[in-house]
């Protein structure tokens, strides 16, 4: 199957690859955050079946990532920064669609070597109702703040209406051009 980011993912990192996540952190620098992305990495064997991979350096440069580490340390990050930072936004499209249930403290999270669920999920919910916050209606309002470049582009909707309207009532009078124009958007 071809696989496909999530968009939001995809809007804020620029990264295609499956088995990803990202931790944003506010910060005083210029920049006004750190990125840190979580990837699966460099695995020839699952590379002959998936198709390539980006390293670690190479998702830090290309990415422009303050750091990239793998996948499996994302709960471990995770939980650390969830015990410093009094707000934490989350992807609620991405945590699992389970009947709800009383939040545990992130104490006892910490502290319980049994996690039958998603180590995401349980860090999540450990999370008081008042510090987890969806992210999806923040990037939601940077998406809809277009570029000049991204203004410019038309929405293949848009063409292939045009194309239609330029189409003769007996319907195969197409102009080449304007069909190949319409199929490369």
Avoid at 162 to 168: G, L, M, T, Y
Wanted: hydrophobic share 30%; with cysteine; proline share 5%.
């Amino acid at each position: 199957y071809k696989f496909r980011q999530a968009s939001d993912f995809w809007y804020l990192t620029g990264f295609e690859e499956p088995d990803a996540a990202v931790i944003l952190e506010k910060t005083s620098t210029s920049r006004g955050h750190r990125m840190t992305l979580f990837s699966s990495g460099k695995d020839s064997h699952k590379e002959k079946w998936d198709g390539a991979r980006t390293s670690f350096n190479d998702a830090s440069s290309m990415f422009k990532a303050d750091d990239a580490q793998s996948i499996q340390s994302f709960p471990n990050q995770l939980k650390s920064l969830a015990s410093i930072y009094s707000n934490i936004y989350f992807d609620a499209s991405n945590s699992s669609k389970r009947s709800p249930r009383t939040a545990k403290s992130l104490l006892r999270y910490l502290s319980s070597p049994v996690q039958p669920r998603s180590e995401y999920d349980t860090i999540v919910e450990s999370l008081s109702a008042s510090r987890r916050h969806d992210l999806a209606p923040h990037v939601a309002k940077l998406r809809a703040i277009k570029s000049e470049r991204e203004q410019q582009v038309p929405t293949p909707p848009l063409a292939m209406r045009s194309f239609a309207n330029r189409v003769k009532p007996n319907g195969f009078n197409l102009h080449t051009k304007d069909l190949e124009r319409v199929c490369s958007i």
